[in-house]
């Protein structure tokens, strides 16, 4: 099973940010399967690719805390598929669906 992971600190959270996460998923084909205040499930289409190469991105949004100052989101992206090389599907929309948020903290 391939997993990638990152936490993005932020300064504040706000509903905006989780509103341009979601549009942000969206906008890359993906289908939102959950969504709760701070914690967001999306998929990809089948149709694409293999179905063990079909991926699950996970966005937990953490509120800030008085003890940590600032909040933080942090990003699973994971799939069925063997990473037999470092450039499989699952690390190529990790790195896309990353680089969207880092643009949005």
């Not at 990638?4 to 600190?9: D, E, I, Q, R």
């Not at 959950?34 to 079909?54: F, M, R, T, W």
Request: aromatic residues 4%; negative net charge; hydrophobic residues 40%.
């Amino acid at each position: 099973m391939a997993r990638y992971t990152n936490s993005l600190p932020v300064p504040e959270t706000t509903s905006r940010l989780r509103d341009s996460i979601i549009s942000s998923l969206k906008s890359f084909g993906l289908n939102m399967v959950y969504e709760n205040g701070d914690y967001l499930v999306a998929k990809e289409q089948p149709g694409q690719v293999s179905i063990s190469q079909l991926t699950t991105i996970e966005v937990l949004i953490n509120q800030p805390t008085v003890a940590a100052g600032a909040g933080c989101v942090n990003l699973v992206v994971k799939n069925e598929e063997l990473p037999l090389r470092r450039d499989n599907h699952c690390e190529q929309v990790f790195s896309a669906v990353n680089q969207a948020i880092v643009a949005l903290v």
